[in-house]
C-alpha cells in the first residue's frame, strides 16, 4: 500500500447487529482555513470480484423494467472502488459546509451519473445544517423515506412531478449508516450518513476521493463501505444486507501539503449468496 505522510494504519470490522456507526460529535467551529492540507487518494478492491445478483422490480415495471442491476459493489476494470464514503471521524474546526446537497432520482440525459428507476447516490453524507434538496426526474413517483437509528424518521417526502426540486432541513440527520428507501419502489435503497463537519467525501467511478482546506493536524480517517451480500429479504420483497467493511487509519495533515491515504477493500471474506426477491 503506497502512503504519504501516513502513520499507524489499523483495520476495523463491525461484528455487532447493526450498520449503524456514530462519528465523535463534538462541537465544530467554522473559521477560515489558512494553509490548509488535501487528503487525496483512492479505494482499490484485492481478489477476485463478487458478482451482484439484480433487484427484482415490484412496480412500475413497463418503466423500469423487470429487473435492475444493484447499486451495492461497483467496482471497475481496475478494481477501483465507487461508493466509498470517507471522512474524517472528529474535527472541531474549519471550513464552512455547503449550502445544498441535492439527492436525485431517476435517469435524465442532463446527467450522466443518474440511474433509471434508482437514486443517484446510492451513499449520501450530508452536514447536518445543509439545506439538502430532493428532486425526482421521472414521470413516475417516487417517495424517499429516510430513518434515524432508533427507526423514526427523519423525511418522508412525496415527488409525484418530475424535474421539480424539493428543498429540506433535516438537523437530526447523525451517524454513519442510517437507510433510506423509496416507499413505492422496494428496489430504491440507499444510506444516509450525518455529520457535524464538512469533511467527507465519496469515491467517484475511479474509486478516487479528495478532502481539501483542512486544518493542520493529526487525524483519524474512516472508509466505509456498506455491506453487499444479501441476508434476507423483508414481508415487502425489500433486500437487507450484511454488516458494512469498515477501516481507519492515522494521518497528518501538514499545512499546505498533500497526504495519501489508500484503502483496500473487502476487509473480510464474504461469499454472495444469489437471492432474488420473487424467484
Request: net charge positive.
Amino acid at each position: 500500500m503506497s502512503t504519504r505522510g501516513l502513520a499507524l494504519a489499523l483495520i476495523m470490522v463491525v461484528t455487532g447487529p447493526t450498520l449503524l456507526v456514530s462519528p465523535v460529535l463534538a462541537k465544530y467551529t467554522v473559521e477560515e482555513v489558512k494553509d490548509g492540507g488535501t487528503i487525496r487518494g483512492v479505494a482499490k478492491w484485492k481478489g477476485a470480484i463478487p458478482k451482484i445478483p439484480p433487484l427484482t422490480v415490484f412496480a412500475d415495471m413497463k418503466f423500469c423494467g423487470k429487473t435492475v442491476p444493484s447499486p451495492v459493489l461497483q467496482i471497475d476494470k481496475h478494481k477501483r472502488v465507487r461508493f466509498v464514503l470517507v471522512y474524517l471521524e472528529k474535527i472541531d474546526h474549519g471550513k464552512p459546509p455547503e449550502s445544498l446537497e441535492v439527492l436525485h432520482m431517476g435517469k435524465t440525459p442532463n446527467r450522466p451519473e443518474s440511474t433509471l428507476c434508482n437514486f443517484e447516490e446510492h451513499v449520501f453524507p450530508y452536514e447536518h445544517k445543509t439545506v439538502m434538496g430532493l428532486i425526482n426526474y421521472e414521470k413516475i413517483i417516487h417517495i424517499p423515506h429516510a430513518f434515524a437509528k432508533k427507526g423514526g424518521t427523519l423525511f418522508d417526502i412525496a415527488l409525484p412531478s418530475p424535474n421539480q426540486m424539493v428543498k429540506h432541513h433535516e438537523s437530526r440527520v447523525h451517524g454513519v449508516g442510517l437507510w433510506f428507501q423509496c416507499e413505492v419502489h422496494v428496489h430504491m435503497n440507499g444510506w444516509l450518513a450525518g455529520f457535524n463537519h464538512p469533511y467527507f467525501a465519496m469515491t467517484d467511478r475511479k474509486g478516487k476521493f479528495e478532502i481539501d482546506d483542512v486544518p493542520a493536524g493529526k487525524y483519524t480517517i474512516v472508509a466505509w463501505h456498506e455491506g453487499y451480500n444479501i441476508i434476507k429479504f423483508d414481508e415487502q420483497n425489500r433486500p437487507h444486507y450484511d454488516e458494512p467493511h469498515i477501516i481507519k487509519k492515522e494521518i497528518e495533515v501538514k499545512p499546505g501539503r498533500t497526504v495519501g491515504v489508500h484503502f483496500l477493500f473487502p476487509v473480510r471474506d464474504v461469499k454472495v449468496d444469489w437471492k432474488i426477491a420473487g424467484q
